[in-house]
């Protein structure tokens, strides 16, 4: 990116400069996702483990 590319982005976008640095590291990396895969297949929120119905009446 040119000489204050990344603070005309921040500006416009209003992201901030470490998360946008964060993007262009990973564009450049050479790591790629799986196809048709938008994130990490580790990517998100853990689960919830639902509470066991004979816990509650011990």
Known sequence: ?????VSIVRQAA???E???????RELKSSKKLPAGR???TS???KKVPKPDRNEQFE
Do not use: D, K, Q, V
């Open 1 to 5: 990116m040119s000489l204050g590319g």
């Open 14 to 16: 209003s992201i901030s």
């Open 18 to 24: 470490p998360t946008i640095r964060a993007g262009i």
């Open 38 to 40: 938008c994130r990490n």
């Open 43 to 45: 990517g998100g929120r």
